[in-house]
Structures are given as C-alpha cells and as structure tokens.
C-alpha cells in the first residue's frame, strides 16, 4: 500500500535559518508526491508537487522539496524562515492503485519559527 | 492555484438535525471530490469519495446513511450530516480534483460543524 511517514511530530527553527520538514514514502510504481500547508481552522493550501521530471521541485512562498528516489524521501526546504511560516505541514502521496486516485496523507509536521 | 470554496465555514447545531455543508470548485471542473474530517492536532480522515453523477464511494468504518454525499455536478459536492450528534463535532473539509495523475487536489477552507 502506499504510505508517507512524517518522522517529526515538531521542528522548530529560528527566523532566518533554513528549514527541512522530512517525509519519506512508500510506493509501488512511480510516485506523485505532495506537500501541502495548513493554517489554524483553515484547509490545506497546496505548496508543491514532483510528478516527473527535475528531482529539484519549486513551490509557494519560497518553498521548495528534493526528490530522492535512492533514499524514498521528499523533503520539503526553504533557505530563510519567516514567522509567518509556522503552521502544520502534510505531506501526501497519490494512491494510484484506487480508481479515484486519493491522497495518502503523512501525520502532519507542525512547523514552529520563532523570532 | 485553483479555488475550492466551502459552506458555511461554521454552524453550530441542535442534536437530531440534519446540516449540509456545500463544496464548490470555483475555477474549474472537478470530475473527483473528496470529504474529510480532522480531529483537532490530528491528520485528516478521508471519508469518502465521489464522482460527478455516481455513488459516493465510502472509506471503511464510516456510515454512508448518516454522511450522505451527492455530487450533482462537476463543480459542485454536498455532505450531509443526518441526525447529527455531539460525537459528529468535527472540522470537516472538502477538496476536489481533476482527472489526471498529476492533478493538484485543492482544498476548501473546511466548516467548524458543532453539535449541542
């Protein structure tokens, strides 16, 4: 079955620092990976996708993720945090086995940037 | 990215009523739709899923006749919850797709459903 696995529960970082929010997957086929952002009470807003192509994917808000197929992972990055990053983060891989083609969803990583 | 808007973002309700939440694709054409509900600090929990003019296809555990779906067109999904009860207090979001693997899902801004 595919899986995602969000290792970390929290990270915390300070503004200006970079960032990583680990997710490594699980997949039979090629995978189409996800990362998405939720604020509080709101729902998610999607950041970035890898489908195929560049290992290096470009999202949202200067948010970026490195596909790696020898380690499963898809880590999402962004060089500088701001305060106004903090938030959760999920990260989801595409269930191609389904008709419907649903999202498997990571745990959620919540993401703290401090001052 | 494409906008999927949700209503009402909040309703508070008497236990033994029946709320509908609408989830609409604003921007495009949304062949697939899903409903989920989130536990608060908690991933969210796909309940089903529906394709435009068909049943909804239901995740394991959730009663189809007390969270009924219809998804009457391509642009617009309704969940209703039937008989609602304080344990139905959840946030519950929508989201919708199109056809093709690589398609995004967008997400709606989810409805705070709360039952008295």
């Known amino acids: 079955a595919q899986s995602v696995a969000q290792p970390e529960d929290q990270v915390n970082v300070a503004e200006g620092n970079p960032l990583t929010v680990k997710c490594t997957y699980s997949?039979?086929?090629?995978?189409?990976l996800f990362w998405y952002v939720q604020y509080p009470n709101r729902g998610l807003q999607f950041l970035l996708k890898y489908i195929t192509g560049d290992n290096l994917v470009k999202g949202s808000y200067g948010f970026e993720a490195e596909f790696n197929k020898s380690q499963t992972s898809f880590h999402l990055k962004k060089p500088s945090a701001l305060v106004s990053d903090s938030a959760l983060y999920f990260c989801a891989v595409r269930d191609m086995n389904t008709g419907f083609q649903k999202l498997v969803f990571g745990t959620g990583t919540r993401l703290l940037v401090s001052p | 990215g494409a906008v999927v808007s949700q209503h009402p973002s909040r309703v508070i309700c008497k236990s033994g009523t029946s709320v509908k939440i609408e989830c609409r694709s604003l921007d495009f054409q949304a062949t697939t739709m899903f409903w989920y509900r989130q536990f608060p600090k908690k991933s969210l929990m796909l309940m089903a899923t529906s394709n435009e003019g068909s049943k909804a296809t239901y995740e394991q555990g959730v009663e189809k006749d007390k969270f009924l779906i219809n998804h009457a067109s391509l642009t617009l999904s309704t969940l209703t919850v039937t008989s609602a009860h304080p344990e139905d207090s959840s946030f519950y979001i929508c989201s919708a797709q199109g056809t093709g693997p690589g398609d995004t899902q967008y997400f709606g801004p989810g409805t705070r459903l709360t039952v008295l």
């Open positions: 997949v039979s086929g090629n995978p189409y």
